[in-house]
């Protein structure tokens, strides 16, 4: 019997078949047959990689967290006179132009109106996009649209008829296209079709009219599947790629632009068949399992009784009728046949609308067609209907969940993104109570349904773990007004004992604080590094060209690249001892936030990289008789503007740069004098992680280079050059996940030894160490109890042999550190000056308001860092218990909050057995 998997459009609604797809492989259900449209067809291009297609699949969404990284405004919409008109109906269009179950649907509503109704009254009435509502609308129930262009003032009316009359879309699908190039094997994909399966994606060709779809061989066919489509102006059979044809089958008439393919514009498949079942049948399918993203009912909108022209609209179309073609795709009159069984996977309950991308939204929905495809492949009997509304429950509360996190965080709350500020001081507390007694009942129903015989998804502690369900926040996207940025605390060593740390200020100073074993109130500072200043925030790197030096590179508030440097000799007009003024390098500029990385190849000399705004890499070099000369760029390799390079020499006037390009490729390129120019960039051996993601470099002996970069997978991975075997890698160093994106910090203490730190998922700053008498990585360890927001910059620095310092920004937006000293042992954290608050970068309340070495002060030299913190961070919990790290602890862990005290600070911490 030929199994046949057909998958339905609903954009970011994709998610749901991911979960169901992964379900039906768990149950050993493989299909020779797939068929698709719109999202059903990225994610139908995985499926068709055969079995080592899916763990791509799932790490492509899990990679996402936000719209942006699925689709982009069109450049029209970009135009200032348009931009309070258009683009304001347009976002809302796609980010909440549809409303979402209220939690009063199910059992959380009670559990929420015990903790946060009777203080109500506290917060008072905010307005939300013309609509009043409470706080407490905001997390158990709808923040409302804003008003759409009928409503709008529009200042321009010629020219904005003139752009729609010339515009063939709003947004485009260029995020999309770059990660499914990245991601998507098209070798693989022949060698499945090969084997005899079939593949179908399905588009409409605006010029024709017809439905079409793209094989596993690149020809496009006929509605029947089959009879070869022709060219009307060549007569040839039409072909295209796999990513044309895909992209062609997911874009939504009017919001993404058509797709040309011979002779004709193609759009999404659904505006004829929103489930592809029909072609299913055709090649031969008998046992179908049929994934829809959206519910079989359309959902219940009150507010229409007062709906306006757009607002019906949009009802009408992109609702109702959507629904109606897909239930006629589904629910034909008459049998599909007599051999011919659908089975149809299909949510009971909406999430998120078909623009929403939230990566705790996401991870829901893919744990929520795990269930529901569960309860369809292999139900519990007699026990079937409960089981059902089990999974709906928990799916909706994790919904409200991440909602209530996001509104306690302060952060803006999904899926419409608004943000209205943390609880007031007399409700956070029952948010937070509330958030705790919504987990437990999250775990309460996952037990239960496993003792009525439910299946549940493995426990492997990947996305698919139940036990991350309650055990931990839901997973929040990192956004600019609250995410640490790469390189935010910069920490140097420009001689022995000697350390300097540097910030950008929220005032846009950059400030300094310096320690030595000389210091007599432990640290010093903070002063203001000359007259330069910097975006709150952005990366500051830099290098020492000689003894008792240091030359810094930022981005200007202009956008200029500006240097300065620090000679103990010197002393400034101003009076500021040792600080060279800023001066701009030559003409250089990058995007705000953008990393400058230097490097110092022999004494005296320095090279600067930059990713400029065009997206290659440009670098500019200082000898003491030229000074600055440059910029010029490295051959044409491009990656995202600002993206760190980084820079490394392995030996005198040697330099080796590593960066991430578009597709998420390790890149290296090289330079010695006996070369012309640079070498021609190479991919590091298959190396790859998020386009743009920092790579760090370390040189541990001469001609010796290991490199370190956050995998897709979240996973760290290492790679290593030598003089005899080049490039060798990529190895995962098993341990901890961190986001995307993060950094790797390395250094190497003495010759031949290698130290990595890094900020995991959960916040926890982890270390692994290796050396040559090593089989392989030291197991990671947390450096005592330091927290920082997930994917936090460690800034590491060695200032002796065998001593290490590390630098955060913790969770208060303060700057602490930690010491490795000669008894091998770490010391920590201190806060540096208590006083101040030097980085507002992360603005969110602290989870974790102080951190402390139970230690105390150490008994090596460098225990003169800091003045000891004279206040512990106690956890209070429910039952006394030993604290485990954030993370999994046993199956009965669950998120634990402290009570508050005067005398105690507040600490949120997971790992309580």
């Not at 600002?642 to 090289?670: C, E, F, M, Y």
């Not at 640079?678 to 920092?694: D, H, K, R, Y």
């Amino acid at each position: 019997m030929a199994i046949a998997l057909a998958l339905s459009g609903g954009g970011a609604k994709g998610d749901f078949e991911v979960g169901a797809v992964r379900c039906l492989n768990d149950f050993n259900i493989v299909p020779s047959i797939v068929s698709s449209t719109s999202v059903g067809s990225v994610n139908a291009l995985k499926v068709a990689e055969g079995p080592q297609g899916l763990p791509g699949l799932e790490a492509v969404w899990l990679s996402l967290m936000g719209s942006g990284d699925m689709f982009a405004r069109e450049a029209w919409t970009m135009d200032p006179d348009l931009e309070d008109t258009v683009l304001k109906v347009a976002t809302q269009l796609v980010v909440s132009s549809v409303s979402f179950p209220l939690l009063s649907d199910v059992e959380a509503l009670n559990l929420l109106e015990r903790t946060i109704t009777n203080s109500i009254p506290v917060i008072g009435v905010i307005d939300i996009g013309g609509y009043e509502g409470t706080a407490a609308a905001a997390t158990t129930g709808l923040l409302p649209i804003v008003g759409f262009l009928v409503a709008a003032q529009i200042h321009n009316l010629e020219k904005l008829v003139k752009s729609l009359g010339e515009a063939r879309a709003i947004f485009n699908l260029d995020p999309t296209r770059d990660l499914a190039r990245a991601n998507i094997s098209p070798q693989a994909i022949a060698a499945w079709g090969a084997q005899g399966n079939r593949l179908r994606l399905a588009m409409v060709g605006l010029g024709t009219g017809k439905l079409r779809y793209l094989t596993e061989t690149g020809s496009i066919v006929e509605r029947d599947g089959l009879t070869p489509a022709h060219d009307r102006e060549t007569g040839f059979e039409i072909r295209s790629t796999y990513l044309t044809g895909m992209l062609a089958s997911s874009s939504i008439p009017a919001i993404f632009p058509p797709v040309v393919i011979a002779d004709d514009a193609y759009v999404d498949g659904g505006i004829r068949e929103v489930m592809p079942l029909e072609v299913t049948v055709l090649l031969g399918g008998q046992q179908i399992f049929a994934i829809h993203c959206s519910t079989r009912e359309v959902d219940f909108r009150p507010q229409m009784k007062d709906a306006k022209l757009l607002d019906i609209l949009l009802r009408s179309l992109m609702d109702i009728t959507i629904n109606e073609v897909a239930f006629s795709d589904t629910f034909r009159t008459g049998s599909w046949g007599p051999r011919v069984v659908v089975t149809v996977i299909q949510p009971r309950v909406e999430i998120h609308n078909t623009f929403t991308i939230y990566p705790a939204l996401v991870r829901n929905r893919m744990a929520y067609g795990y269930l529901c495809a569960a309860d369809v492949v292999k139900p519990a009997t007699g026990n079937e209907g409960r089981c059902q509304e089990i999974a709906d429950q928990i799916a909706v509360l994790r919904y409200g969940i991440a909602r209530l996190e996001a509104w306690y965080e302060g952060r803006p709350i999904p899926p419409s993104l608004t943000v209205i500020g943390r609880p007031p001081l007399g409700l956070i507390g029952d948010v937070r109570d509330g958030i705790y007694r919504l987990k437990l009942r999250v775990r309460a129903l996952a037990r239960e349904r496993e003792q009525l015989g439910g299946a549940m998804p493995p426990q492997d502690g990947s996305w698919t773990d139940p036990r991350r369900w309650w055990q931990g926040w839901e997973r929040h996207p990192l956004y600019q007004s609250s995410a640490p940025q790469h390189g935010e605390v910069f920490a140097i060593s420009n001689a022995p004992n000697h350390l300097d740390v540097f910030i950008a200020a929220s005032d846009q100073r950059i400030l300094q604080a310096t320690w030595t074993p000389e210091s007599r109130e432990g640290w010093e500072g903070w002063y203001q590094v000359a007259d330069g200043g910097s975006q709150p925030g952005s990366p500051i790197f830099g290098a020492s060209r000689h003894d008792g030096s240091t030359d810094l590179m930022i981005v200007g508030t202009d956008g200029a690249i500006y240097s300065a440097q620090w000679d103990r000799q010197f002393q400034s007009d101003d009076g500021w001892h040792g600080w060279h003024k800023w001066s701009p390098v030559l003409s250089g500029r990058a995007s705000q936030h953008a990393a400058v990385t230097a490097a110092s190849r022999r004494p005296e000399f320095l090279d600067a990289f930059v990713a400029g705004t065009d997206g290659r890499i440009y670098t500019a070099g200082f000898d003491p008789q030229r000074k600055w000369t440059g910029w010029r760029p490295v051959s044409s390799l491009l990656t995202k503007p600002g993206a760190p390079v980084h820079a490394v020499s392995r030996k005198r006037d040697n330099l080796d740069i590593l960066v991430t390009d578009l597709v998420g490729v390790i890149q290296w390129s090289h330079w010695d004098p006996s070369l012309p120019d640079w070498t021609a960039w190479t991919s590091v051996i298959g190396g790859g992680a998020s386009p743009g993601a920092p790579v760090t470099a370390v040189s541990r002996a001469a001609d010796f280079i290991d490199v370190f970069v956050v995998g897709k997978d979240g996973h760290i991975y290492t790679a290593a050059m030598d003089p005899v075997n080049g490039w060798r890698g990529w190895w995962p160093i098993a341990g901890p996940t961190a986001p995307q994106g993060s950094t790797v910090s390395a250094i190497s203490r003495a010759a031949d030894q290698l130290d990595i730190f890094v900020t995991d998922d959960g916040g926890n700053i982890q270390w692994s160490h290796w050396d040559p008498t090593r089989p392989g990585w030291a197991p990671w360890l947390p450096v005592l109890n330091g927290r920082a927001a997930p994917g936090t910059t460690i800034a590491a620095t060695s200032r002796a042999p065998g001593l290490m310092d590390l630098f955060m920004v913790g969770l208060d937006g303060k700057v602490w550190s930690a010491a490795f000293g000669a008894n091998m042992q770490w010391a920590g954290w201190w806060r540096l000056h208590a006083d101040l608050k030097p980085n507002p970068i992360d603005t969110r309340p602290s989870k974790l308001q102080g951190i402390q070495s139970s230690a105390g002060r150490s008994s090596y030299r460098f225990d003169r860092l800091a003045r000891a913190f004279s206040r512990f961070c106690y956890a209070l919990t429910f039952t006394i218990r030993p604290i485990r790290p954030w993370g999994f602890g046993s199956d009965d862990t669950i998120l634990n909050v402290g009570q508050e005290s005067r005398s105690r600070r507040r600490v949120l911490v997971c790992g309580f057995p």
